[in-house]
């Protein structure tokens, strides 16, 4: 790699996490005693650090050398059907997992189906939302004590502060796409 491409891959990461942190320039700048031209070039991939002031300026930032440092991988865009997590539980209702790795995110897509009559795990209060889009057949959703109809092509949407849960009432399968925050699995 030429010192450009450093000092640009530098720049960069110095800038993201001072943005990921909500400082701007002139505050970095303070907080290590350097200038907010130096931070500005810096980060524009224009000046190559010094190591001391390299580390300086890592640890202000709240990261450490081995993790500022470590190969960025690019995350994937798109999940195949190959990679799905599934789980079938006693009763026949199948839950698949669409983005495997989405507990390190804020969501976490699923796709449930229910047999008719069966209902899913009643879930305790916690701290989260859920969504649904009802796919095919018809879903009722409990929350506390009060049942919600939802058809097909219709969504439900609920903080998770009671206890809840979602079952089909109908004489087929229902299939949802179910979203919650944070991930659960």
């Known amino acids: 790699m030429e010192q450009d491409q450093i000092n640009e891959t530098i720049g960069r990461k110095i800038r993201n996490l001072r943005n990921r942190h909500g400082l701007t320039q002139q505050e970095l700048?303070?907080?290590?005693?350097?200038?907010?031209?130096?931070?500005?070039?810096?980060?524009?991939?224009?000046?190559s650090p010094s190591v001391e002031t390299l580390l300086d300026l890592i640890e202000c930032l709240g990261s450490t050398p081995a993790e500022f440092f470590k190969e960025e991988k690019d995350e994937p865009v798109v999940y195949h059907e190959s990679e799905y997590f599934e789980k079938?539980?006693?009763?026949?209702?199948v839950?698949?997992?669409l983005v495997p790795p989405a507990q390190k995110f804020k969501m976490e897509p699923?796709?449930?189906e229910?047999?008719?009559?069966?209902?899913?795990?009643?879930?305790?209060?916690h701290a989260g939302e859920e969504f649904g889009y009802c796919l095919e057949g018809q879903l009722d959703v409990l929350l506390s004590d009060t049942i919600y109809h939802v058809k097909q092509g219709e969504?439900?949407?609920y903080r998770t502060t009671k206890s809840h849960t979602v079952s089909n009432p109908g004489k087929s399968p229902a299939r949802f796409l179910w979203i919650s925050t944070p991930p659960q699995f």
Do not use: H, M, N
């Open 29 to 47: 700048a303070d907080r290590t005693e350097l200038t907010k031209g130096f931070i500005s070039q810096l980060e524009r991939g224009q000046v």
């Open 155 to 157: 969504c439900f949407y």
């Open 114 to 125: 229910i047999p008719a009559g069966v209902s899913l795990e009643t879930d305790k209060p």
């Open 110 to 112: 699923i796709l449930v």
């Open 88 to 93: 079938v539980d006693d009763q026949g209702a």
């Open 95 to 97: 839950t698949k997992w």
